[in-house]
């Protein structure tokens, strides 16, 4: 393999060879692509592409940046926001030329804001018995609430079901992130009852889906008032924004970067310290609400796969740890879904590092598309979900996924007897740590009601947890509630990835 650095001695003429071909450096947001991996790249920080050695760079200063630092790049982009204005002309003609697209919804066009909302309340009311509505406990920034929707059989009584979770729009401008997360519930919805693989899964698991992590940021980019932004709107650590501040040119530059914002490895590699970066981790390891929403809904459910949509690089994105064989088969089963690549990387503070590292569960960051954040929707959304050619498609890439989380061998079970209509929980509290050394406590809780007939299967991540080194022999604290009553029995549980496990709940009884 080549080596991307340069040693020093070239550096200087390097700089000096590129400069007339980067003498355009200006305040334009441009798209560029480093000679460099994309760990090197991530390590810049500047407003890296994960996963690719693509970055965006913000005018001058980030140029001078890269220059300094002795890489040398090509332009992509010269001017992504000129380039997001020629794709509106080409989305106004692809909507005037299809009347319904082939996305499960039959959308021809980007959503605004406001009907991510509708589309929640729509499918809510149309499947009651399938599909319901939550809120996320903490509200935005800029006091906005987080919506989702859990879709399952019974969904009322489904919390004995592994959970797939799907995200969209942790950064802001990748708009197709939430787009292709809705129209996986529209296509779960609609082909439920019709198509045996579809009406199969939501007998076997939940899958629950936040289209928008990120409103506040979304609504600035999608409102066009910055439509580059990535990040939320903490313009300053530990306050809320003044009205309009978020938006105000002056503060284009701040923000938390929500997918580096999360208690695991915070601060490590690819997470800048510095609140200007478009990487900029935060305060504290969870300071921001749009992140202590994920946390929240991922610690309460037994969510044995995850997908973290984003824009863009055609990849699925895992972090390292040791269970690498089989969490790499799964990565390139999803991938090749799509003809995308599938690789490890060690970026602090994202999503399914978390949510790997704190519930065993398999989480992937899904880098969709090419190109750009939000290409003709064309393209960028219907092409992507649907697939063309032998590219099967997102559909068949969450598909995949789903089944995955459905899969006994690569989760726990647990499996007794107790009174109908008692409350079974099972708990864990540890501890994770950032890669600056403060301690991060985890809680993990989730509750399930004893059907009638008193017997429970429940589908759960293993106790186990993984470390850097191996997994960790933890168990799960199982408590057993009559109807009613007070807990009556405590009990801890061991189980393993792949194991089934009875529990002698017998005392529940007495
Ligand atoms: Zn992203």
Redesign the pocket.
């Known amino acids: 393999m080549r080596s991307f650095l340069l040693p020093i001695a070239a550096l200087t003429l390097a700089a000096t060879l590129t400069a007339p071909a980067a003498a355009a450096p200006d305040d334009r947001i441009s798209l560029v692509r480093v000679d460099a991996s994309p760990e090197q790249v991530a390590a810049l920080g500047l407003d890296a ?2 996963g690719t050695a693509d970055v965006v760079l913000h005018g001058r200063a980030d140029a001078e940046h890269l220059r300094q630092k002795g890489f040398r790049w090509h332009t992509l982009v010269a001017d992504l926001t000129a380039d997001a204005a020629r794709t509106r002309a080409a989305d106004a003609a692809y909507a005037r030329s299809v009347a319904v697209s082939t996305l499960p919804s039959g959308r021809t066009a980007y959503r605004a804001f406001a009907d991510y909302d509708t589309d929640l309340d729509r499918l809510a009311s149309t499947y009651p018995k399938a599909a319901r509505t939550f809120t996320l406990p903490h509200r935005t920034l800029e006091n906005r609430t987080v919506r989702g929707l859990e879709i399952s059989h019974d969904v009322a009584a489904s919390a004995h079901k592994p959970v797939l979770v799907v995200t969209g729009v ?2 802001a401008r ?1 708009w197709p ?1 939430s787009e292709v997360t809705l129209e996986f519930a529209y296509d779960l919805l609609k082909n439920d009852g019709t198509d045996a693989r579809v009406t199969g899964l939501l007998d076997q698991l939940r899958v629950v889906v936040v289209p928008m992590v990120n409103p506040d940021g979304f609504a600035i980019s999608r409102g066009l008032t910055y439509e580059m932004k ?1 990040k939320n709107c903490r313009v300053r650590d530990g306050q809320l924004p003044g009205p309009g501040e978020c938006a105000a040119s002056a503060n284009r530059s701040y923000g938390v970067d929500p ?1 580096r914002n999360y208690g695991a490895a915070w601060g490590d590699n690819g997470s800048s310290a510095n609140r200007g970066s478009e990487t900029y981790r935060g305060a504290g390891p969870f300071s921001e609400p749009e992140v202590t929403n994920v946390r929240d809904l991922v610690s309460g459910l037994q969510a044995t796969a995850l997908i973290s949509n ?2 863009y690089g055609e990849v699925v994105l895992r972090p390292a740890g040791p269970e690498e064989d089989l969490y790499s088969a799964l990565g390139t089963r999803l991938s090749s879904a799509n003809g995308y690549g599938s690789s490890a990387l060690r970026v602090g503070g994202m999503t399914e590092r978390w949510s790997y590292y704190a519930t065993a569960g398999f989480g992937f ?1 899904v ?1 969709i598309g090419t190109g750009n ?1 939000h290409p003709a929707f064309g393209p960028g959304v219907v092409d992507q979900y649907m697939g063309t050619g032998t590219r099967l498609g997102l559909r068949e890439l969450y598909l995949r996924a789903a089944e995955a989380a459905a899969d006994r061998t690569r989760h726990g079970v647990l499996t007794g007897s107790a009174p109908a209509g008692s409350t079974l929980r099972i708990t864990k509290d540890f501890t994770l740590t950032t890669a600056t050394g403060q301690p991060v406590p985890t809680h993990l809780e989730s509750a399930l009601t004893v059907p009638s007939g008193g017997r429970f299967t429940w589908d759960v991540n293993p106790s186990t947890r993984p470390a850097e080194n191996g997994m960790l022999d933890e168990s799960w604290t199982l408590t057993c509630a009559p109807p009613g009553k007070p807990v009556a029995v405590t009990t801890k549980v061991l189980v393993r990835r792949g194991q089934q496990v009875p529990v002698d709940l017998a005392a529940c009884a007495a």
């Open positions: 592409v994960d942790h950064h990748e992130s990535r997918n984003h824009t960051t880098e954040f």
